[in-house]
């Protein structure tokens, strides 16, 4: 989802620097995004480090002078377990990267976009923000943590030109689904309404309106994209 809404947006002239742990995928991505003729940074980011973020910020003020938008993507999951049976390292880990990793970038890009006039976020969250599903607490407690922290910061940065959404995405197909599933694409077609897993670009579509002024009177929302999972 990460890579497809950075391509998105530098096809859509938006000069994109991007963050991950892994230096060789990011700094492929960079490259491919300036080989098509758009404009990319890359910098090694681990978002559980708030130096990281905080760098990864001043890196796009630095070369460009300004923060418009931010999509925080980064999230991991480890294996599913009852919580008394989750290794801490996992707990700790899933809450440091999903949830506090959030709360970091945030920090610094709302004050970027003070700097520069204004700007919005948008967080990726889950279908597993807004219900609950068993073996996953601690997972489960970091993406209900990312719609609260969005919506309580974006009462924060209302009346000042900072707006701050959601996504939630259902199954989508991304090498992270395909380790759960091995690459079935079907397995869990029988829990969604519409009865197929989501596409990155579906993801992407939602996350470029919430950081366009198509959407500037919404804030502090949360946009299920999930193939009618929610509404169950």
């Known amino acids: 989802m990460g890579r497809d809404t950075c391509l998105a ?3 859509a002239g938006a000069r994109v ?7 060789s995928a990011g700094q492929a991505l960079a490259e491919d995004i300036v080989a098509a003729g758009g404009q990319a940074l890359f910098r090694s980011t ?4 708030a ?8 890196l796009a ?12 993507n980064a999230g991991l999951q480890r294996e599913f ?3 008394h049976e989750t290794p801490v390292e996992d707990l700790s880990e899933v809450i440091d990267i999903n949830l506090k990793g959030v709360l970091y970038m945030m920090k610094y890009e709302a004050a970027a976009m003070l700097r520069s006039g204004g700007g919005a976020i948008v967080n990726n969250a889950s279908i597993f923000a807004l219900k609950a599903m068993p073996k996953t607490a601690y997972y489960v407690a970091a993406k209900h943590g990312i719609v609260g922290a969005t919506r309580a910061a974006a009462l924060d940065y209302a009346t000042r ?14 090498p992270s689904f ?13 829990g969604v309404p519409m009865q197929r897993i989501g596409r990155p670009a579906e993801v992407t579509a939602a996350v470029l309106w919430l950081l366009s002024t198509q959407s500037s009177y919404v804030t502090g929302a949360t946009l299920s994209v999930d193939g009618g999972m929610s509404a169950e």
Do not use: W
């Open 61 to 72: 003020m630095n070369h460009y002078g300004r923060v418009d938008g931010a999509f925080n």
């Open 81 to 83: 377990n009852d919580l």
């Open 51 to 58: 130096e990281d973020c905080e760098a990864l910020v001043q």
């Open 178 to 190: 395909d380790r759960v599933t091995n690459g079935d694409e079907h397995l869990y077609d029988d």
């Open 46 to 49: 681990d978002v559980s480090r």
């Open 17 to 23: 620097v991007l963050g991950n742990r892994t230096a």
């Open 161 to 174: 030109g900072i707006r701050i959404n959601a996504v939630c995405p259902g199954p989508i197909k991304t």
């Open 9 to 11: 947006l530098a096809r």
